[in-house]
């Protein structure tokens, strides 16, 4: 299981909250996506908060609001990564220091090369993610990768995110403009490097200058039309439609079994042949519109 999820809630005063939702896919073992799911939300929350600051010292008009906010989560995402890439390396040196002082005493000592070290480590893994943050009457959604974010609205799904795959024409183009190539193998999947399937993630430190960790973000209005958002990995949604995905919650709701989406959902994917790890989150918009 490489997948992950988050909440953070919090509560800014007696007409304010700020409240985060992530789901996270690994790939290449779990150290990456561990690490994500561990710092990315309180990242995010930190960086916000600290715009909320700035802003009641009034040193920007009010529309600063709002690129600020969006300014942060982007932060958030960059550092993320590069905690987590520096993390990785500083355990690749230590790891490789103690194996030396071990021989040195002439215990016995196993040949291990630095890339078959971080193989067996998970070292070279990843992670996408799909996250949201509620605040002020405004939501906004960012993503990494494969997983999605897809909105209710009125009964009709729209996908508030969009993949960041090597099959997207525009993601091949800022590959081999940066001097990477982009292949599509027999089974029609495109890859970055004949490697990866995506094209923006966090980690993946042999291949970040072309998988870069640059968030795509946008910020929606709540409002009373908005009923909820479903963030998944991209096992959920490589075998199910988003339409098909908000029908299913919706179907849950009205008949008041709030978790039966989720095995409907799970089952639905697994009988069209998913194999891959499925996280769900559905995130009711109705208590935070206007």
């Given at each position: 299981?490489?997948?992950?999820?988050?909440?953070?809630?919090?509560k800014?005063?007696?007409?304010?909250?700020?409240?985060?939702?992530?789901?996270?896919?690994?790939?290449?073992?779990?150290?990456?996506?561990?690490?994500?799911?561990?710092?990315?939300?309180?990242?995010?929350?930190?960086?916000?908060?600290?715009?909320?600051?700035?802003?009641?010292?009034?040193t920007?008009?009010?529309?600063?609001?709002?690129?600020?906010?969006?300014?942060?989560?982007?932060?958030?995402?960059?550092?993320?990564?590069?905690?987590?890439?520096?993390?990785?390396?500083?355990?690749?040196?230590?790891?490789?220091?103690?194996?030396?002082?071990?021989?040195?005493?002439?215990?016995?000592?196993?040949?291990?090369?630095?890339?078959?070290?971080?193989?067996?480590?998970?070292?070279?893994?990843?992670?996408?993610?799909?996250?949201?943050?509620?605040?002020?009457?405004?939501?906004y959604?960012?993503?990494?990768?494969?997983?999605?974010?897809?909105m209710?609205?009125?009964?009709?799904?729209?996908?508030?995110?969009?993949?960041?795959t090597?099959?997207r024409?525009?993601?091949?183009?800022?590959?081999?403009?940066?001097?990477?190539?982009?292949?599509?193998?027999?089974?029609?999947?495109?890859?970055?490097?004949?490697?990866?399937?995506?094209?923006?993630?966090?980690?993946?430190?042999?291949?970040k200058?072309?998988?870069?960790?640059?968030?795509?973000?946008?910020?929606?209005?709540?409002?009373?039309?908005?009923?909820?958002?479903?963030?998944?990995?991209?096992?959920?949604?490589?075998?199910?439609?988003?339409q098909?995905?908000?029908?299913?919650?919706?179907?849950s709701?009205?008949?008041?079994?709030?978790?039966g989406?989720?095995?409907?959902?799970?089952?639905?994917?697994?009988?069209?042949?998913?194999?891959?790890d499925?996280?769900v989150?559905?995130?009711?918009?109705?208590?935070?519109?206007?």
């Amino acid at each position: 299981m490489e997948d992950a999820y988050g909440v953070i809630a919090q509560k800014l005063g007696a007409d304010s909250q700020l409240a985060f939702y992530g789901v996270y896919d690994g790939h290449g073992g779990r150290a990456a996506v561990d690490f994500v799911s561990d710092h990315l939300g309180k990242n995010v929350v930190a960086a916000v908060l600290a715009t909320k600051t700035e802003e009641a010292q009034g040193t920007e008009p009010s529309s600063w609001s709002t690129d600020a906010v969006t300014a942060a989560i982007r932060a958030a995402y960059l550092a993320t990564d590069s905690e987590l890439v520096k993390q990785f390396r500083v355990q690749i040196r230590l790891t490789l220091k103690v194996r030396v002082k071990v021989s040195e005493f002439g215990v016995k000592m196993e040949l291990v090369t630095r890339n078959n070290w971080e193989d067996k480590n998970g070292l070279r893994g990843g992670s996408c993610a799909a996250t949201a943050l509620v605040k002020d009457g405004d939501i906004y959604v960012a993503n990494l990768g494969d997983c999605r974010a897809v909105m209710c609205r009125g009964g009709v799904a729209t996908a508030v995110t969009s993949d960041h795959t090597a099959a997207r024409e525009d993601e091949r183009s800022r590959i081999e403009n940066s001097g990477g190539y982009v292949s599509c193998g027999s089974n029609g999947v495109w890859r970055v490097q004949d490697c990866l399937a995506v094209s923006r993630a966090f980690g993946d430190a042999d291949l970040k200058r072309w998988v870069i960790p640059e968030p795509e973000i946008r910020r929606l209005p709540l409002t009373a039309g908005c009923e909820f958002l479903v963030l998944a990995s991209d096992g959920l949604w490589n075998k199910v439609s988003n339409q098909e995905a908000v029908d299913a919650v919706s179907r849950s709701r009205a008949g008041r079994d709030s978790t039966g989406c989720f095995k409907e959902l799970v089952d639905m994917a697994r009988c069209r042949g998913s194999r891959d790890d499925i996280t769900v989150m559905v995130v009711d918009l109705k208590r935070f519109t206007i």
